[in-house]
T-cell receptor, first 109, second 111 residues
Framework: TQLLEQSPQFLSIQEGENLTVYCNSSSVFSSLQWYRQEPGEGPVLLVTVVTGGEVKKLKRLTFQFGDARKDSSLHITAAQPGDTGLYLCAGEENNDMRFGAGTRLTVKP | NAGVTQTPKFQVLKTGQSMTLQCAQDMNHEYMSWYRQDPGMGLRLIHYSVGAGITDQGEVPNGYNVSRSTTEDFPLRLLSAAPSQTSVYFC??????????FGQGTRLTVV
């Protein structure tokens, strides 16, 4: 079983729609990161959240860290085809970083 | 701005062969790690290092060895390749133990 469960696994939407993807765990994390990965490339860090209840905005992306620091969500407003990719969450456990399996997002023009 | 450089980008091995995947970073990061990425499994940690001369096992270390003789380099060795090791391998480095910077990956096929 994954330490970090991401949902949905796949998401296909039309350009302009809003969406939310989730990252859930039974463990408490000191910080949680969100990455985006494009085909043939390594993951690229989008944001790190540290404080329970924290909300961070990155243009049309809004990241929230749960109050108990066990879960997080990523909301995208007015999705664009350039948002297409694999979105991964990651949290630190015992001095190493664990990743979820990711949400594969496709935004159709 | 090289960042994290992995070589080779693609490799095909026969079962039982050995090889070394190279990883180098020029950001003077102490923390480096190796992951494998398989469909539906996400990234799984193989080995990591918190500094030169120090390595430790991650989630899936069996069949792999690492060494860290310098801050810059963190090679991953496959001792006797098996089809189950077919995967995409990513090396990452971090200024601390989070916020990883990844290389572009090595796609390995073992036949």
């Amino acid at each position: 079983t994954q330490l970090l469960e991401q949902s949905p696994q796949f998401l296909s939407i039309q350009e302009g729609e809003n969406l939310t993807v989730y990252c859930n765990s039974s463990s408490v994390f000191s910080s949680l990161q969100w990455y985006r990965q494009e085909p043939g490339e390594g993951p690229v860090l989008l944001v790190t959240v540290v404080t329970g209840g924290e909300v961070k905005k990155l243009k049309r992306l809004t990241f929230q860290f749960g109050d108990a620091r066990k879960d997080s969500s990523l909301h995208i407003t007015a999705a664009q085809p350039g948002d297409t990719g694999l979105y991964l969450c990651a949290g630190e456990e015992n001095n190493d970083m664990r990743f979820g399996a990711g949400t594969r997002l496709t935004v159709k023009p | 701005n090289a960042g994290v450089t992995q070589t080779p980008k693609f490799q095909v091995l026969k079962t039982g062969q050995s090889m070394t995947l190279q990883c180098a970073q020029d950001m003077n990061h102490e923390y480096m790690s190796w992951y494998r990425q398989d469909p539906g499994m996400g990234l799984r940690l193989i080995h990591y290092s918190v500094g030169a001369g120090i390595t430790d096992q991650g989630e899936v270390p069996n069949g792999y060895n690492v060494s860290r003789s310098t801050t810059e380099d963190f090679p991953l060795r496959l001792l006797s390749a098996a089809p189950s090791q077919t995967s995409v391998y990513f090396c990452a480095s971090s200024p601390s133990d989070d916020e990883a910077f990844f290389g572009q990956g090595t796609r390995l096929t073992v036949v």
